[in-house]
């Protein structure tokens, strides 16, 4: 708190006596009355929901195509050797090169906003939670078998159960993902959105919009991450 109190003072009497230009670097007495003006007519609120919506949208897509492969690798070991290379290479290739096909082939549009986050985060986790049903105890999945267990049992009744952990974590980074890829989907295509902000407010020189935006992502990604923290302190019964 000190240091983010240090911060935000030092910023703003910097900008007062003239050390910093505020025209470019802006300042947080600025930033309020910016955040005070557009907040009056709804035009900040609606880009706003904007970027909760399809931050939602991508996540909620993201954590079942992830459990959903997960768990289809799982039950049949031949699918994740033909999909594992095709993974570690969709992983690995940088998400905004895809973007501007994306626009090409489905226009300037949410959907294209939506594809392109959930491209950033589903196959990592695809690949991690995978990775977590199979280090599961081997000597519990034969205790099942000797007791005539069937795999949907021990799917259900051991695997999710111990790899619980693991898809929390995987919601809490993926959660912080599908931001990431939103932002980078409304730099390129979209015409709403924290992320539209950023982009022409940097294009008109409005950089108090550009900041604000900065600053409302900032809240936007803890309030997110606490939700996300509840949920593993209920699930764990902690």
Known sequence: IFLAVFFVSAWEICAEKGIIDSFIFSSPKRIVKCFIELT???FLIRH???TIYETLICF????IAAITAAVLMWLNRNIFKVAEPFLVLLN???KSALAPVLIVWLGNNTKTVIIAAVSVAVFGAMLSIYTSFTETDKEKIKLIRTLGGKKRHILFYLIFPSSLPTIVNAMKVNLGLSLVGVIIGEFLAAKEGLGYLIIYGSQVFKMDWVLLSIVLLSILSIILYIIIGIFEKRTSGR
């Open 40 to 42: 009056k007519n709804g």
């Open 48 to 50: 706003v929901w904007k």
């Open 92 to 94: 690995s290739l940088p």
């Open 60 to 63: 909620i897509f993201v954590m």
